[in-house]
């Protein structure tokens, strides 16, 4: 089965920008479609972002318009830019499957936005 680690984390400014990758352990190609998903302290993991096989995308609306999903499938490869960061996107970020049965979960990367 496919595995899925992320990176890209930090502590960043609010206004600031990071770029999180999900690398995979083998061809994503044939993987409809996958997310990027976010848990902060005391909250439920919540859809942040998701691409299809075919590059439709979708956006939670507390993320339009400031992150954009994209997919190297030649890299295997899953990437969330990540712009005009605000406090409230502190969260631990995760990737996986967005159809069908996930994966096991990563550990998932560390955003922190704060001044």
């Known amino acids: 089965q496919v595995q899925l680690v992320e990176s890209g984390g930090g502590l960043v400014q609010p206004g600031g920008s990071l770029r999180l990758s999900c690398a995979a352990s083998?061809?994503?190609?044939?993987?409809?479609?996958l997310g990027w998903y976010r848990q902060a302290p005391g909250k439920q993991r919540e859809v942040v972002a998701t691409i299809t096989r075919g590059d439709t995308k979708n956006y939670n609306d507390f993320v339009k318009g400031r992150f954009t999903i994209s997919r190297d499938n030649a890299k295997n490869t899953m990437y969330l830019q990540m712009n005009n960061l605000k406090p409230e996107d502190t969260a631990v970020y995760y990737c996986n499957k967005a159809s069908g049965t996930p994966i096991a979960w990563g550990q998932g990367t560390q955003v922190t936005v704060s001044s």
């Open positions: 083998r061809s994503i190609s044939s993987i409809y479609a």
